[in-house]
């Protein structure tokens, strides 16, 4: 049986101050600013993401993900961050966590490079749960080809949604054409799955 999305969401900001960081999207780091850390990169001066939620706070975030997804406001953000500043050598942690509240408006206090890793971790475990969790769904004959396209249609809405937030910009065709896209692979998923659990019961 798949977790309960807001106990999973709860012992994720019971990791958060685990790793030093508390569950408003701050981390515990009370060190003195340095010159060094005033100096903010030319990369994360111009970082665009997350503008049209200039000034949310956290908590209203987090409220909001939580109703609709298992992730929490932090995994969000660092798992965005994470996917925008790679390199070939890998992820700038340290980079993304001295300069967390520049990157991410809701995002309040730095995080050491441990706590953002901690957060990609919990993303990427998260997704995959979730992943396993709709594709058994799919493929075990529990909805009807119906069911699952409008669930197909809810859950890429919320997807939408929040690369919009991030600001990507969308347009109506490509839309369209994703939602197609991903419909079909969808039925075939559920036609394949139909065609294989016949074949076992014969």
């Not at 992730?71 to 660092?78: F, G, K, N, P, V």
């Not at 050598?89 to 953002?116: C, H, R, S």
Request: glycine fraction near 4%; aromatic fraction near 8%.
């Amino acid at each position: 049986m798949a977790d309960d999305p807001r106990a999973t969401a709860d012992a994720s900001d019971a990791d958060d101050a685990a790793a030093g960081g508390t569950t408003d999207g701050s981390a515990a780091d009370e060190s003195p600013p340095t010159d060094d850390e005033d100096r903010v990169p030319e990369d994360v001066r111009k970082y665009e993401r997350f503008k049209k939620i200039d000034g949310a706070q956290y908590d209203r975030v987090n409220d909001f993900l939580r109703d609709r997804t298992y992730i929490t406001a932090r995994e969000w953000a660092i798992a965005r961050l994470c996917a925008d500043f790679r390199t070939e050598t890998g992820v700038e942690m340290t980079k993304i966590g001295e300069n967390l509240p520049e990157l991410v408006p809701f995002m309040t206090d730095t995080y050491t490079p441990q706590a953002v890793n901690q957060a990609r971790a919990s993303f990427e475990d998260k997704v995959r749960q979730a992943g396993a969790t709709f594709l058994y769904g799919a493929m075990c004959g529990f909805f009807t080809a119906e069911e699952l396209d409008e669930m197909m249609y809810e859950v890429t809405e919320v997807a939408k949604f929040l690369l919009e937030v991030e600001g990507v910009d969308l347009a109506v065709a490509e839309e369209l054409d994703a939602e197609d896209r991903i419909s079909n692979v969808m039925r075939e998923v559920r036609e394949s799955s139909a065609d294989l659990r016949e074949s076992l019961d014969e």
